[in-house]
């Protein structure tokens, strides 16, 4: 299984989408688009060694140009406007859902945008 790299930064979003309450993963690119559609491990970073956490469906994505619509699905990414994830330009929004959290983390590869669950 391929994993996506989630950093837990100021808010542990790694943890927050494999246990179902971020259910918007936020980007600045098109990284994730090869997975729409697929169920993919949530590698939590950011916090020491890399490692899978849980696994998610990414289901569609759409794309947010402006500050108001991102703020109106704030309870969805939970990225506050303090966050250095906050929008700048546009923001990629990848829409989750079936988050499983698994009972022990799951060794990882290497990877920048995703990685290989060993």
């Known amino acids: 299984m391929i994993g996506i790299n989630v ?12 246990d179902g309450v971020k259910t918007i993963e936020t980007r600045d690119s098109k990284s994730l ?12 970073t950011g916090q020491g060694k890399a490692f899978a956490i849980g696994q998610v469906k990414i289901v569609k994505c759409s794309l947010v140009t ?9 309870d969805q990414h939970l990225v506050a406007k303090h966050s250095i994830f906050y ?22 590869g290497f990877g920048i945008v995703s990685r290989k669950v060993l």
């Open 7 to 18: 950093r837990n930064a100021d808010i542990a979003f790694a943890d927050l989408i494999v």
């Open 33 to 44: 688009h090869p997975y729409i559609g697929k169920t993919v491990a949530i590698v939590r």
């Open 87 to 108: 929008i700048k330009d546009a923001k990629y929004m990848y829409h989750l859902s079936d988050a499983v959290r698994y009972e022990a983390p799951k060794p990882v």
């Open 66 to 74: 402006d500050a108001l619509a991102f703020d109106d699905v704030y």
